[in-house]
């Protein structure tokens, strides 16, 4: 019944190490993206796909990469990690690009990169 | 740039009671979404109410209530009859209605209020 799930929920890593979020959503939507949550609670858009399209791509290092194999997934894949990506990433799905459509999250991953 | 704040970074109230918390924000954009967001320590981000800028109406949700002053740009969020169950922290959003460069898309937070309820 999980409306957006992520996985995995834990992430422990080395620094260097190379890693994937995967998200998916069972809602029908087709827009989907992805925040980061730092050390502080600070929610940021790091991506948004529509129809597996890029829309939205917020200054993110190129080692972040995220990938949309269909509507109901977005993974996110992140070279040479580094100890200031550890976060909480969220993935977040919607109808669609509309203003006024809620977002539904999923349950966030941490990261820690050690 | 929109930006958007939250002057409290926390905040108490007693079971029962009445709280608000308070959240300012920055456009020049007249047509826009408001959102309150709220997050347990689960983690997971829930939806709590929503405010379309061209409704006057403010919002309202069961005991969550918004107090929306376009012209003050403030959005604040009452929450009457306080339960344990809604000790969370909660973000204040904004949401351009426009369209350009998938600017609609993405939600803009606040820093966060963490409420604290007394038994």
């Known amino acids: 019944d999980t409306a957006v799930s992520q996985t995995p929920k834990y992430l422990v890593t080395q620094m260097g190490n190379d890693k994937s979020i995967k998200c998916e959503q069972n809602?029908?939507?087709?827009?989907m993206y992805w925040y980061k949550q730092d050390s502080k609670k600070f929610l940021k858009i790091m991506f948004s796909?529509?129809?597996?399209?890029?829309?939205i791509n917020e200054t993110v290092p190129n080692r972040f990469s995220p990938k949309s194999p269909d509507k109901a997934h977005l993974n996110l894949h992140i070279n040479s990690l580094e100890l200031g990506d550890s976060a909480v990433y969220f993935c977040?799905?919607?109808?669609?690009?509309?203003?006024?459509?809620?977002?539904?999250f999923g349950p966030g991953t941490r990261l820690l990169v050690l | 740039a929109q930006t958007v704040t939250q002057s409290q970074p926390e905040m108490s109230v007693q079971e029962a009671e009445t709280v608000t918390l308070s959240c300012t924000y920055d456009?020049?954009?007249?047509?826009?979404?408001l959102f309150w967001y709220k997050q347990p320590p689960s983690r997971q981000m829930i939806l709590v109410i929503r405010?379309?800028?061209?409704?006057?109406q403010n919002a309202t949700e069961n005991r969550f209530s918004v107090n929306f002053q376009k012209a003050a740009k403030s959005f604040s969020l009452k929450i009457s009859d306080s339960q344990l169950g809604d000790a969370a922290m909660y973000f204040c959003?904004?949401?351009?209605?426009?369209?350009?460069?998938?600017?609609?898309?993405?939600?803009?937070f606040g820093t966060g209020t963490l409420l604290a309820v007394q038994p």
């Open positions: 977040a799905s919607s109808q669609d690009q509309g203003a006024g459509e809620t977002q539904y």
């Open positions: 809602l029908g939507h087709d827009t």
């Open positions: 796909y529509n129809n597996k399209e890029l829309i």
């Open positions: 456009t020049s954009e007249s047509d826009y979404y």
């Open positions: 405010q379309e800028a061209y409704k006057q």
């Open positions: 959003a904004y949401r351009s209605a426009l369209n350009y460069g998938g600017a609609t898309n993405k939600l803009i």
